[in-house]
């Protein structure tokens, strides 16, 4: 009898941390009130501010929830698109689970913040999002 494929396993806080060190070793890592967070710069376009983002991370093994990232400085305009209530960034739409605990959050999340700011900066310039948007069903 054959080998029975299991689904891909989370990856564990250590994995992450490790990964986010290896592309990213100026982020900082913390983990405060048992919440893993990492805070780093970017800066998206040569000619635009260097960015200050927080990331957290409520890691719970198969069942976390998304990363979160929000601007810490400079600040932004508060009309800024593709945020959600809480001022945290959109940087993808979770239905299409383009985010799962089985990827790593440097070669995603941090990614997907620095275009959501490339995009941003172009948007400060046109008031036009030229990212890209998926369609909406009722308050994200």
Known sequence: MGKTLSPR???TIG???????RHF???????PHNLATWNGSLQPIETSPVYT???TYPFA???SLSPSVWIVSPEIHSNAPHR???KSLCLYFPPERS???TRFIALTIVPWAALWLAFYEIWLDTNHWYGPEA???GAK
Do not use: V
Request: net charge positive; aromatic share 16%; charged share 20%.
């Open 15 to 21: 994995q992450q941390i490790a990964e986010m060190e």
């Open 25 to 31: 070793p100026s982020f900082k890592y913390s983990r």
């Open 61 to 63: 093994g198969r069942y």
């Open 135 to 137: 369609l909406h069903t």
């Open 53 to 55: 983002i927080k990331i």
């Open 9 to 11: 396993q989370p990856l």
């Open 84 to 86: 959600y209530a809480d």
């Open 99 to 101: 985010w799962t605990p």
